[in-house]
Structures are given as structure tokens and as C-alpha cells.
């Protein structure tokens, strides 16, 4: 069953200047997909324009079987399409657990303060000190109160844009043990990445964007020797890159 | 030096303070300089003037303008008020709709929204003059005797009133953006839109209810200024600069601050007047302001970005 699916799709600033040009793949639900390729591929404008951030200039995005083309991105993250931004992804002027109140105010009243206890058990770094102001956390925290945000609805789809970009190689790991969690609770993942190998390790299947065009989708253990990937990097055609 | 100038420096100053509260609410989530503010304040004083002479004309036998207790006016004005609020948040709405919404929607520089706001706040301006003329008019035309407070202090049973409703509509309006929901969407929207709508926030939502609350504070500091003053159509622009004063004062965004701000404006106002004269009155006040700002650039309330 497809949980996103993407077609021909266009994407970015300028209505005349596209940086992600027709791409198109879909995802099925559960899987977890990393995105990665070279600075400037178009990367973070996919996942941005899918959610609703970035100017969507043509093609379809549908999630399930929602057409959710060009919509915007509160609609989105109430329809359960979740997004963590790589920076400013969290309110520093609000406390931990206002963060999470608000992103509640999408899941019926009955449940809310279940899925705020939810998210402080899975993240118990954040448990600590509900009420201090979120500007006050480490980089990593501010990465696992994002995560836990945008988790808090039940999002069937949720999408990260470099969770472990400015973060030292400890927290790093930190960031990667927890969606790799998150993905064995079902949630289908969708990770943009700069940290290859790591985003590798926890997804099963890989899109490669060069050039804000799709040069590569499959398996992750076809771009694990790490030559094909610097082929398909440096823009040669998937076929030569994996002979 | 007389203790009098602490009573006339909190009164000046709850007006400020509520018309701040608007502008610094404006300035946070829509970032931008709404010059036509002052003219709500106006606008808001006129409508509630109209209203309160058409119940006079409509209903006078049931006793509208009849003082209600100790205060100058009956009980036509507070049900004026009410109507004058709701006039008054449909003006600023459809001013948004017309003018700032379109602007934002084509994604306008902000230089160029504060500078429509200018013209618009000159047309509204003139279009106050074209209907009401520039002769000023008032609320009630009741005489008050100020009594007597201790420490030779005096004031109207007005001027108590105002400086009461402040507090009260100040403590409200800070529980509601610091304890509903919506208050904590606007603080997030005041922070971050873009991030905002990636939690599920309906940003033009909270655009709307704070264009709502701004215009109805400022319909009830302009009611305020024209029950203890005057009602001139240039009341609101007379008042823009202590206003912005005030709102940069006690820091772009801060609810508290715009108070405390309009409060402190206030009363340097007023002892500018009584110890350097009246020509000092501005002067005076704008110089607290660059002393505060040159030691906590900020504002008393305000946070880095």
C-alpha cells in the first residue's frame, strides 16, 4: 500500500528557476526511505515543497490517497503528513511542553495529555524540565523535541530534513538510535540526509538527487560500497556507476 | 513638584498602554509598523460616538444618558461601546482584507506595508474629518468633581474607571496568550510562521483574531481618551508616537510591556509638563525611551531574536 507517492514533480523559489525538476517515486507504507545526494541536489526543497514550505511548481504529491498537491502545510500536518525542519524546528520561546501542546491541538481533546505523556516517555530527556523554556536545550534535545512534535499526532508519514546536521558525532548517534525507534513503531520515514553511511544504516531503500533530478532509487545495500554512491554523486548514469 | 502628576501620568498612560498592547500584537505576528493604528483608536471613539447618539435618539426615554453612579455617563455608553468594538473590528478586517492581506499574499517587503499603512492611516484620517468635521465632540458633557485621593492626588470617578478597566482587560489579555491554545498559536506564530504551520497552525486564523483584539482595545483606549478628553479625529494620530514609544519600550511582542511601557511614557509625560513645562512633553518621553533602550536594547519585556 503506498503511503506517498510522488509524480513529475516540480518544485521551488522561483517559478522560473525549478530546483527539483520532475521527479517521481512512491513510498509504501512502513518503509523507511533516505534521500540523500550532493550539496545543492534539491534534497531539503523536495521535502520542504512536499510539505507545504516551498512553491510546488507542477506534478502531484498524493498521500494515501489524498491529493495533497500544492496544499498548505497546516492543512498538511493535519491531514498527518509530518515534517521536522533541519533548523528552527522548534518555538524557543515556548516551554518544552508548550511545544507539544500546540502540535496536541491536532489529536482530539480526550487524547491529548495521553499523547503528551506518550512522547515525555519516549523522549525522558524532555520529561525533566516540562516547563523550561525550549531555547534551553542542547542541540540534540532540540532535535528529539521536534521529533517528538511532529510524532505526537500519529503522523502515518513523517519526514525529516538533516536531524543530525550541527550535531556533535555522539549526538548524532543519539539522533539515529531514535528514528530508528520511531520506524519500528510503523511510521513510514522519509530522511534527508547529509551523513550518507549513518542514514543508510537505518533506511532500506535510497533515492540518490543530483541536480534536483532522481539519478538513483533502490535498495541501500547497492550504495553501501560507497564508490557507486561517488559515481552517481559526481552525476554518472546509474548504470555505470553500478557496473 | 505636586504627587498630582503620578495620577495624570497612569491615567495618560492606560490609554497608551491598551492602544500599545494592539500595536505590539500587529508589530509581532504581522511584522509590520501599523501607522493606521492611531486612527483605530479614533475610529473606534467615533463609531461608539455615533452608536451612543442614535440609542440616545432611539430609546432616550429609558434613561441612556442618565449617569450611572458616580460616573459621568449611563448606560447607553458601555452598550455603544460594545457595538463601537465590533464596527471597529470590521473596519481593521476589512482594511486587512483590502489593503494588508493582498500585500502579504504577494509577499510585500515590509517597508512597503508600513508605508501603506501611512496613506491608509492619512485616508482614514481625512475620511473622519469629511464625516465628523474637525470640531471636537464628547462622550458625555456631565461635570465631574476629581476627589480627593490623599497626598494632594485627585481624580474623576472616569479616571478611576480607566485606569480599573485597564488592569482588568491587561490581566485578561495576558491569561489568554499565555494560557489557551490560541494564545499559545499566536506566541508561536509571533516566533516563527512558517514553523507555525508545520506544527498545524492556521496562520491567517491567528492573523484575524489579532487584528480583533488590537482593534478592540483600540476602540476602548479611543472611548477612554474621549470620555476624560475629547473626541478630534486627529486623537489617534496625536497618540501614535507615545504608542510606538510605549510598545518598543517594553518590548516588541510583550503584552505586560506594552503596559509598563505606556505607563512609564505616561508619567514622564506628565512630569515633563510639571516640572519643565508643556512643550517638554514629547521630548521628555522619547528621551526615557533611547535611556532604556541604550541599556537594554530589547525593551523591559522584550526577548532577543
Known sequence: MTALSVTDFQAGYDPDLPIVKGVSFDVQVGEAVSVVGPNGAGKST???????????????????????????????????????PQTENIFTQLTIRENLQIAAELVPASKRADQ?????????????????????????????LAAARALLTDPPVLMLDEPSAGLSPKLVGQVFDTLRRIHETGVTLILVEQNVRAALEITTRALVLV????????PTEALRDGKTLGQLFLGQSPERAQA | MSFQAIIDGLIAGTTIGLGAIGLTLTYSILRFANFTHGDFLA??????????????????????????????FGWGLPVSLIIGITLTILLTMALDKLLFGRLRRRGADAIIIVMASFGASMALRSLLEFIYTANPQYLTRELQIAEPLGLGMRATPDQLLTIGLTAVLVVA???????????????AVS???????VYGIEVQRVIRVTWIIGAGLACVAGVMSG???QIRPYMGFDLLLPLFAAAILGGVGSIPGAVIGGLIIGLAEAFAVQIFGAEWRAGVAFIVLVLVLLVRPTGLFGRPS
Open chain 1, 211 to 218: 541536480d534536483g533530478a532522481l539519478a538513483h532509487d533502490g
Open chain 2, 227 to 229: 470620555l476624560l478628553v
Open chain 2, 173 to 187: 489579555l495576558n491569561l489568554f496568550v499565555t494560557r489557551t491554545p490560541m494564545g499559545r498559536a499566536m506566541r
Open chain 2, 191 to 197: 516566533e516563527n510562521p512558517a514553523l507555525a504551520g
Open chain 1, 116 to 144: 503528551i505523556d506518550k512522547m515525555f516517555d519516549m523522549f525522558p530527556d524532555l520529561k525533566e524540565r516540562p516547563n523550561a523554556l525550549a531555547g534551553a536545550l542542547s542541540g540534540g534535545q532540540r532535535q528529539m
Open chain 2, 43 to 72: 475610529w473606534g471613539a467615533y463609531l461608539t460616538l455615533s452608536v451612543s447618539g442614535f440609542l440616545g435618539g432611539l430609546v432616550a426615554s429609558l434613561g441612556v444618558t442618565t449617569p450611572l453612579g458616580p460616573f459621568s
Open chain 1, 46 to 84: 523536495l521535502v520542504k515543497a512536499i510539505a507545504g514550505q516551498v512553491i510546488c511548481l507542477g506534478g502531484r504529491v498524493q498521500l494515501g490517497d489524498d491529493d495533497i498537491t500544492g496544499a498548505p502545510s497546516h492543512a498538511l500536518a493535519r491531514r498527518g503528513l509530518g515534517f521536522v
